[in-house]
């Protein structure tokens, strides 16, 4: 068998699936070295650490499909935000990344010194509850972990640092009320009340 495992078993096929972002030839590239070597005798780190840098990646999973088949699945976090730091632009990802990446240019600017490390948390909680975040333009963070929420017709939400589903929730309701759209400012960081200016 030790003679025959020289020809048989060979890996001849690296399939990439689930990738969205991240491109296909991106990834089979830095697999190359794995064609031709025994599907045996490959382990998970030796398709691990040749992608460790490649951005968006959040963690794959590989299947060996006998006699010659890789099947590597992408899970990938997504960009959701624009920051400037030291005058440099960063994409920020869903797992609180930076990356240096200029092709994305239609997402909303987060501002605010800490923001990049509190904003994946508050993003969850804006998809959890449908809130219309194609219409914001800039998010805002205040040291005292709040944020304001600046929308592309210049109305401004203001939220507080506690209960911020609950104001979410209120401003979805509000903004979806056409006698709101009137107002510059919808301040909601006292629970229970709306101040509208």
């Known amino acids: 068998f030790k003679k025959e495992e020289k020809f048989f078993f060979k890996i001849k096929h690296i399939n990439i699936t689930n990738n969205k972002i991240i491109k296909t030839t991106n990834i089979s590239k830095r697999l190359e070295h794995l064609v031709g070597k025994n599907i045996f005798f490959i382990k998970k780190i030796d398709i691990n650490d040749p992608l460790k840098e490649i951005e968006f990646l959040n963690k794959i999973e590989v299947k060996k499909k006998y006699p010659n088949t890789i099947i590597i699945k992408i899970f990938e976090t997504l960009p959701i935000g624009i920051v400037f730091k030291k005058n440099k632009k960063y994409i920020l990802d869903t797992s609180s990344n930076l990356i240096i990446d200029e092709s994305y240019n239609n997402l909303p600017n987060i501002f605010g010194e800490g923001a990049e490390s509190k904003f994946a948390d508050f993003y969850q909680k804006l998809k959890e509850l449908n809130f219309p975040e194609k219409k914001v333009r800039n998010f805002y963070y205040f040291k005292v972990n709040r944020w304001d929420i600046e929308l592309n017709n210049n109305q401004l939400i203001k939220l507080p640092p506690d209960k911020v589903k609950e104001a979410i929730n209120q401003s979805i309701k509000l903004l979806n ?19 509208v200016e």
């Open 177 to 195: 009320n056409k006698d709101f759209n009137k107002y510059n400012i919808i301040d909601l960081r006292v629970y229970g009340k709306v101040v």
